[in-house]
Every structure is written in structure tokens, then in C-alpha cells.
């Protein structure tokens, strides 16, 4: 359903639009003003006048729309007044330099999540709850059979899947920014890369071109990683077997794959947690490791928003604001609209421009 | 049942051959005798009993909880299998696990407990119990269980249990661990292994299976019921050259048959009883009395192979195959649908003659004991090719030039095709390419137009995978509105994992109408359907049934007004029809 006409925030063809700040949030379509919740490509789209963003994302975002973009960095928790409305970026939990999106005007204050996550990750700020009259909120994961364990047990399977095979090569598929440096970080946090353990000196994780290219902002923001080394810098003929692979999803039906003999393959993913996701991949091994809220995860954050009401976007919108209706008695809908909804499984990076089907501005 | 979680999950999460093997022998060797003999039969897929249905573990589920049934619903969509969708609930359903329960008990380890003792007390005790009673019993055993084995009780407790492994892997193992030969290791497990009932040799039954599994080879004595393991047959491949011949050797070094389209039996004389055995090891005696009641006139130690087929008295040619499925449904026939749908046994092999195991004898010369043994018999004396037991029927083939005429003839003989046998052939052990194939006629064909999509399950759920098609009720005129489409046929199969994912977008992006899980999509897409016959039905709105429908292609170079009509499938039937009207020649009959 479309947002309710005066309201702070409105559906426009290039995305959620504050006419107050006169800015757009993730917009679809270049605009003159962009507030950036995190730099994944469905997110951040190049062309826009101005762009606002965290810091830490920085280097990302130049990377990824143009090293000359007019980009303004802000701090986590700092109030920015932008035409007529008070703005501040909060912790999302999702990725490097990801945040929700405060906006307030004429007595009014809108909280967009972006995509966050609720569970610890070493390799980024922890999601900072934060109160708004009207919360708009993810749902990739919206259903109750979602519901994540920490991070730190994930990677344990990890390392435990990737050390049972010292014959073979290990190629774990990770989406390339944000998965691969979370299950990196947390397979440091394990000892990974120190001297006598996996992963140390001459048996460096092996990271393919796409990941490689996302190091060095981490790095850079102080995120303790392990070693690592490009797949492509590696010399002829040096053996592979026990060695660890960082790619990409869509590397696993690549001709690049073809470099390696007979390994095992795993995917890291919250979509891993139903079976039938995982073979229809043709994945031998999933392991089950989100970005996104889990249920419980998007419950307590539309709670903890303490909001009168709730827009859902993303995965199954109408589903959570049913449930949020219906069970927990908040008034909630889900919005329609250009979010990429059907996303299931895919890379946020390879999705394509969701299609802006939505109405035009309200006058 | 800890470790049999963890074989499945081992299993579920490797895709080598080699890797599955060496898990399955390796469970095999640690397994306590009497586990091992329920997971083997649960890996073969035998346990098919369903205790409790998944409507009923949903609505546990779901009782006390603050869950909504239709979000459980949509669960279910996104998961496409109850047992899981449960399994990953529970969680959240449940989140004081390995916390005492509400009246203060403690959830017990039931993960230690040994798997023969779920599959045998645990299980069936839970599922003999009713109301609430039987809730608070299952979710007692859900309490006890992490979610992985928690599946696989669900699964169990549903009679879906499958595990993706070939039979032939799991002999594999077996025959590593035992160093049994796989083909005497399958006859044994034919009929299934005895895991119930009262001890054995002062041993658990199901120990005691095991035991007699892993005896040492000779002094087999089994049950007097128990089937040998069936020989299959491969698909002829059309040969590079079209002037090669089709198989090595000259025409007469094989033996052609009629291929039926019945179901595969196994019928025993022995001991005075007899048994009848289908090609999925069920044993349906009782679904064919008539039948068991003709195997008494044959001498005591006798195995035919064989089709059961419906075949009325008189008639030139068995009935079609949807007559066969009216009497398969019923586990005891009443005397109307024994008169409407009359059984025979058409014979083709004989694999035992005086207790003696024929098979490593020459098809020939089994054959040949085959036709005098049922010559023998007081029936077939009268009437030779109408008794109950009747012989599958030789068909000439002296050279390789006659096989596509002699094909050619298999519809008006109410078969599915022809069966090449090599004569100097022992009779296998399972799928061994080389001794026997099947010739089948070409499908039909029609180009019809999908017209709805429901998502699949498993594998396939949250795709849009089971489609329905339609046809045209009369040759649309160009330029005019187009007539109605009447729907035909569905189908599951045939596109391959990219034509799918490719078609779900497009359903995604075309649907006109939700009717709950059903999307009706924009009549746009022509597919050709290839399938194995079709009759007059009733029971469809089209007036026609088809057998075996399957996806041949994604016409995509096909407007959807170009699509076949009812028209050109009424006259599909009719050229059956008249084949078999004018096919009462059929050679050899």
C-alpha cells in the first residue's frame, strides 16, 4: 500500500523521498540527494547528486559508483540538519558501515532500517535500537522457521567442515561484501590465521577477485582478519588440497571453479536453513549464517522502535505485518513498491535494478 | 538415534559416490545389530507406514501455540514438507527447550535412545495414543530432540522418510562391511527384513534379521515367500549409423515380447502357498485373489515373472492401464470389480523350476520350461491363451529390418512397446545393461498452453514447478477473439533446473489470478507435451485422459493461437483407436 498522503515520507518513482530533507533513501533512479543505508547495490545506485553515508562505507561506496562521487560521511548516533528535517545514521548490525536511517520534521520522526541484523558480528557495529513514531523495516527473513545461532558456532562448523578435508580443496561461497569478511573475522576470532593454526602463514585463506576487492576497507576500518591471498596470485601448479576458497555464489557455476579438482563446496547463507534451498543450488553443504534479522530478530526491533506504525518491505512483507496486526495488536502494512522483493537466495550485489513499479509522487 | 541423524545428515550433505559409500559402511560397522537392520530398511525406503499423518503433527504443533495456522501455511510454502517445517518451528514454538516443560519435567535425552528402540516402542506408541494424550506424547518426543533429529522423526512418524541413496550404493556398503556379494545380499533383502515380532534365536527380532543378512553365503534358507530380486531392462538407443543394427548379434540371437503396460509381478508356488509380489517388493495378494488361486495349479517350487495386466474374458487385447490402477487401489476387490476389471498373469521368465534357482540358466532355455510348464496346466489345456496364467508371447524377428514394423504394431496390441531379451542371457540382478532392453513406441505429442502453476515440494518448493496446460476448443481465427482453452493434462517434468528457475520468473511476472497456492498465468507459453496414450474420460472436463504426460519442449518459437486443439486430440485418439480396432492380427497372439 502506498504511505499515507503528508506524511514524512513518500513512495516516489526513484524511491522513498523526505521532502522535508528533500533527499531520497536508497534510491532507486539517480537523484540529487542520496541518504545511503549500506553499499550493497540494491542500495546504493550510482548517478546521484550527493550522497550520504557512514564513513566506514567510504571506501566502498567510491569503489563501486566512482571514485569522484560527491559522497558526505557521517558518524554513527550524529544529528544532521538537512533542509528542514533532523537526520542521523544508527548502527544496523548488517555490514560495514550500515545503518538505519532516522528522519524527523514537524513533530514526526521516521526510522528506516535498511537491511540490519541482530545477532553479533565481529566485522561490524552492533545494530543500535533507536525509537521513531513509524519504523520501516526489512523482512528478507520473515518467517518464524527462520531463527539464526550465533556466528561464532557457525564458523566453528566452519572450520571443523573445512578441516575434515586436508586432501581437498574447501570453496565456501560467501556473498562477497559483508558474508565473506563476517566469516573471515569470526574464523580470526577462533585462532584462525594465528602461527600452528589453520589458515597461518603459507596456508593463507584463498580469496577469489570479487572478495579480494572488498578487503582493504575492512582492513582498513580495523576488522582483525586473517591472512589472506587472491586466488590469481597463487603459482602455477601450487597445491590446493587442504586449502580454504572465498567466492562469490555466482564463481560456483563459473569457468573459474574449473581450477579446482573434485572440492568440496559449501554455501553460507540464511537461506541454507531449509533443505530444499540448499539442493536445489546442488550445494553439498549449507551452513546457515545471515546479515538479515531473524524472526525473533525483526520482532524485537519493530518492539524496540516502540513505533505506532510499522511499514514492512522486502522477503514476506505481508506476512510479518499480518502477523504484527494480528498477534502482536501494532498497526502495520506492507509497502509496495521497488524493493526487491522476491529476492530469495540471490546475491544482494547481483540482484538486478528492482523494477519501479510504484505510483507517481502524491501531490 | 544420534547416529543415525548424523548418517542422514552425512548423507544429505555429500554428493560423491565414493564419500556416501564409506559413510554408510562406516555406520554400518559402529551400528548396534538390531539399528543397523531398521536403518538399512529405512534406507532402502521400506518404511512407507505412515503412523501419524503431517496434518496431524501441524495441528500439535500448533495447539497451545501462539502461531497462526496461516503462517504455519506460509512456512509450509517456503519449506514444501511438513515434517521439516515443523522441525524448524519447534524452535521458535518451543523456545524453553532443554528447559523443564510446564508441568516441570525434564526433556529426556531421547537422542541416545537407539534408533530400533524409536522405530519399535517410541514411535508407535506415541502414535497409538489419541487426543491430547497423544499430543502431549509427541511433543514430549520433540522436547527430547535437536532439529535436525527432529526431521527425521517427523519424517518418520509421516512415512516420508527418503534418503537420496540408490539401492545399489547401500549394497555397496553392505557388501564392504560383510564381504557379502551385492546380488546375494539383494535377494536376501528381498520381501523386506523381518524387524518385528517375537525373538529370534533368544535375540531382538530385528538383531536377528540383521544376523541372518550377514550370514555366510550357501544353505539359504529364507522365507518360502521370498521373490527374487528383478531383472530390469534398459531403453534401446537408436544406433550412431541408422544402418547399424540396433543390438550386437543377429535378430535371432533375441527373444521379442510384447513391452506391457501393467505392473510387474513376481508369482510364487511354494509350499503350498502362493504369493504375488509387484516390482516395488509389496506383496498384493490380496488385491489379486483370482490370481493366487490360479498359481495352485502350479507345481510346488515354481517363480514366474511376469505382468499383471487387466484383461477381460474374450478380449483381443489387455484394457488400458487406468482399468489395472482401479483394482491396484483396493486391498480387497469385491466380487463387481473383480467381474469389471478381470486380472491375468502374462508370464515371461521362469526364474525357479523344482526349488531349483533357474536363473543362471540361458533365457532359452528357461523359456522353453516356461511354455511347457504352463502347457501343462488343466486350464491352459482348454484354452490356451485365456487362462488366468498365460504366456507372453514369442514374437517373430527374423532379421533386424522387421523390428520397427513389429514395433509399429505394439499400440494395436494394447502394448507400450516391444522387449528385447538376449537368448543366451542369465536372468540379473537389477538395471545391468546389455541382456535386456526395452523398445517403446514414440509418444504422442501435442503443443498445448500453460495455463496454471502451483509450486512443487522438496526440492522444487517455492518454485513454480507443477504446471497445467490446456488446449484450444476450437482452431482460433485470426484476428478474432480467441476461443476458450480447456485444460488437459499437467505436468511435473521434463524442464531442466534452468528452464525452471526461468519459468517460475515468468509465472512470478504473469500471473492474472491467485486461487491460495494455484497462480493462473497469461496464456502465452506453448509447451509440447509428449505422452503415452490417452483414452475417453469422463471424469475430465476435456473428455479426454492422458497417460503419463511429460514436458518434450518449450516452444517458445510458438505463438500461443498456434497451439493444438481438442480437435487434433480426439483425432490422436481415434488413430489409436483404429489402430486397435484393425489390429486384431497381432502377430504371435
Keep these: 500500500m502506498p504511505l499515507p498522503a503528508g506524511s514524512l515520507l513518500e513512495l516516489t518513482p526513484q524511491g522513498l523521498y523526505c521532502r522535508a530533507a528533500a533527499a531520497w533513501i536508497d534510491p532507486w533512479r539517480p537523484v540529487p540527494r542520496a541518504l545511503i543505508s549500506h553499499a550493497h547495490a540494491d542500495h546504493a545506485r550510482p548517478g546521484c547528486g550527493e550522497y550520504w553515508a557512514i564513513g566506514s562505507s567510504e571506501g566502498i561506496l567510491r569503489q563501486r559508483l566512482g571514485a569522484t562521487i560527491n559522497l558526505i560521511p557521517v558518524d554513527y548516533g550524529q544529528a544532521h540538519r538537512i533542509g528542514d528535517a533532523r537526520v542521523s545514521f544508527h548502527a544496523a548490525g548488517h555490514v560495514l558501515g550500515s545503518a538505519q536511517i532516522r528522519l524527523e520534521a514537524g513533530g514526526e520522526s521516521w526510522l528506516v532500517s535498511g537491511d540490519y541484523k541482530r545477532c553479533a558480528d565481529p566485522s561490524c557495529a552492533p545494530f543500535e535500537p533507536v525509537g521513531a513514531d513509524v519504523f520501516i523495516t526489512e523482512a528478507t527473513f520473515g518467517l518464524p522457521i527462520y531463527r539464526w545461532q550465533g556466528g561464532t558456532a557457525v564458523a566453528q562448523e566452519i572450520l571443523a567442515w573445512w578441516q575434515a578435508a586436508p586432501e581437498q580443496t574447501s570453496v565456501l561461497f560467501c556473498y562477497a561484501f559483508g558474508k565473506a569478511q563476517r566469516v573471515l573475522a569470526e574464523l580470526a576470532a577462533l585462532g584462525v590465521g594465528q602461527a600452528g593454526q589453520p589458515g597461518a602463514e603459507g596456508g593463507e585463506i584463498l580469496l577469489h577477485g570479487a572478495v579480494q576487492a572488498l578487503m582493504e576497507p575492512y582492513r582498513e576500518a580495523g576488522v582483525a582478519l586473517p591472512p589472506t591471498r587472491p586466488v590469481s596470485e597463487l603459482a602455477r601448479g601450487e597445491s590446493l588440497a587442504g586449502r580454504l576458497v572465498i567466492a562469490p555464489p555466482a564463481a560456483q557455476r563459473a569457468p573459474w571453479m574449473r581450477r579446482f579438482q573434485r572440492p568440496q563446496t559449501a554455501f553460507v547463507s540464511g537461506w541454507m536453513a531449509v533443505r530444499g534451498a540448499r539442493r536445489r543450488r546442488g550445494i553439498e553443504r549449507g551452513f546457515v549464517l545471515s546479515d538479515h534479522a531473524d524472526w525473533p530478530g525483526l520482532l524485537q526491533s519493530v518492539r524496540q522502535s516502540g513505533a505506532r506504525q510499522v511499514y514492512v518491505t522486502h522477503g514476506n512483507s505481508d506476512g510479518l505485518a499480518r502477523y504484527l496486526r494480528e498477534v502482536e495488536a501494532i498497526s502495520a502494512e506492507p509497502l509496495e513498491g521497488g524493493f526487491s522483493a522476491e529476492r530469495g537466495g540471490e546475491d544482494p550485489d547481483g540482484a538486478e535494478p528492482a523494477p519501479p513499479a510504484v505510483a507517481p509522487p502524491l501531490a | ?589
Design chain 2, 1 to 589: 538415534m544420534r547416529r543415525f541423524t548424523a548418517l542422514f545428515g552425512e548423507l544429505d550433505a555429500c554428493s560423491g559416490t565414493s564419500a556416501r559409500v564409506e559413510a554408510l559402511a562406516a555406520y554400518f560397522a559402529a551400528a548396534a545389530p538390531a539399528d543397523a537392520a531398521w536403518a538399512l530398511h529405512l534406507l532402502l525406503g521400506k518404511q512407507r507406514r505412515r503412523l501419524i499423518t503431517g496434518r496431524r503433527l501441524r495441528q500439535i504443533a500448533l495447539e497451545g501455540s501462539t502461531l497462526p495456522e496461516w503462517l504455519f501455511d506460509d512456512c509450509y510454502a517456503q519449506v514444501g514438507d511438513t515434517a521439516e517445517t515443523i522441525a524448524l518451528l519447534w524452535r521458535q514454538l518451543e523456545p524453553e527447550q532443554g528447559r523443564p516443560a510446564a508441568d516441570g519435567s525434564l526433556p529426556e535425552p531421547l537422542l541416545e535412545q537407539p534408533l530400533h528402540r524409536w522405530m519399535a516402542e517410541l514411535l508407535p506408541a506415541a502414535a497409538a495414543l489419541e487426543g491430547a494424550e497423544q499430543a502431549q506424547a509427541v511433543r514430549r518426543l520433540w522436547r527430547g530432540l535437536e532439529p535436525g533429529a527432529l526431521l527425521v522423526a517427523n519424517k518418520l512418524f509421516t512415512g516420508g522418510f527418503r534418503v537420496g541413496v540408490a539401492q545399489g550404493l547401500v549394497l555397496r556398503a553392505l557388501s564392504q562391511v560383510s564381504g557379502l556379494e551385492p546380488s546375494l545380499l539383494a535377494h536376501r533383502l528381498m520381501g523386506g527384513l523381518q524387524l518385528a515380532g517375537p525373538e529370534r534365536d533368544s535375540r531382538h527380532p530385528a538383531a536377528a534379521a540383521w544376523h541372518a543378512l550377514l550370514a555366510p553365503a550357501g544353505g539359504e534358507d529364507g522365507p518360502i515367500s521370498r521373490p527374487y530380486p528383478f531383472c530390469l531392462a534398459s531403453p534401446l538407443e537408436p544406433p550412431d549409423d541408422p544402418g547399424d543394427p540396433p543390438l550386437p548379434g543377429p535378430a535371432g540371437a533375441w527373444l521379442a515380447e510384447w513391452k506391457w503396460d501393467g505392473i510387474r509381478g513376481q508369482l510364487i508356488r511354494r509350499g503350498g502357498e502362493g504369493f504375488l509380489w509387484s516390482r516395488g517388493e509389496e506383496l498384493i495378494n490380496a488385491a489379486f485373489p483370482e490370481l493366487i488361486a490360479a498359481a495352485a495349479a502350479l507345481p510346488d517350487g515354481s517363480v514366474l515373472d511376469g505382468e499383471v495386466l487387466v484383461w477381460p474374458e474374450g478380449a483381443e487385447r489387455p484394457a488400458p492401464f487406468a482399468q489395472l490402477q482401479r483394482r491396484l487401489g483396493r486391498r480387497a476387490p469385491g466380487r463387481a470389480l473383480l467381474a469389471a476389471c478381470p486380472a491375468v498373469f502374462v508370464a515371461y521368465d521362469l526364474l525357479e523350476r523344482d526349488g531349483e534357482d533357474w536363473r543362471p540358466r540361458p533365457l532359452s532355455q528357461r523359456r522353453a520350461a516356461l511354455e511347457s510348464l504352463l502347457q501343462e496346466l488343466p486350464a491352459a489345456a482348454a484354452t490356451p491363451a485365456a487362462g488366468l496364467l498365460r504366456l507372453s508371447p514369442q514374437l517373430p524377428l527374423p532379421a533386424w529390418d522387421g523390428l520397427e514394423p513389429l514395433r509399429q504394431q505394439a499400440r494395436s496390441a494394447g502394448a507400450e512397446g516391444l522387449m528385447l531379451k538376449a537368448a543366451a542371457s542369465p536372468y540379473g540382478v537389477g538395471r545391468r545393461r546389455g541382456a535386456w532392453w526395452k523398445h517403446k513406441l514414440e509418444p504422442l505429442r501435442l503443443d498445448a498452453v500453460l495455463v496454471y502453476a502451483q509450486a512443487g515440494s522438496g526440492r522444487r518448493a517455492n518454485l513454480f514447478t507443477d504446471y497445467t496446460f490446456a488446449l484450444w476448443s476450437e482452431a482460433p481465427p485470426p484476428e478474432a477473439p480467441a476461443p476458450a482453452l480447456v485444460t488437459f493434462a499437467k505436468a511435473y517434468s521434463g524442464l531442466g533446473d534452468a528452464e525452471i528457475a526461468e519459468l517460475d520468473r515468468w509465472i512470478r511476472s504473469h500471473t492474472i489470478e491467485r486461487f491460495g497456492p494455484v497462480r493462473a498465468v497469461e496464456p502465452l507459453q506453448v509447451f509440447e507435451l509428449a505422452f503415452e496414450g490417452l483414452q475417453p474420460s469422463r471424469r475430465h472436463r476435456s473428455g479426454i485422459a492422458v497417460r503419463f504426460p511429460r514436458i518434450a519442449r518449450w516452444r517458445r518459437d510458438k505463438p500461443a493461437r498456434e497451439a493444438d486443439t481438442l480437435a487434433s486430440a480426439l483425432a490422436l485418439l481415434q488413430v489409436a483407436d483404429g489402430a486397435q480396432a484393425s489390429g486384431d492380427g497381432a502377430p504371435g497372439c
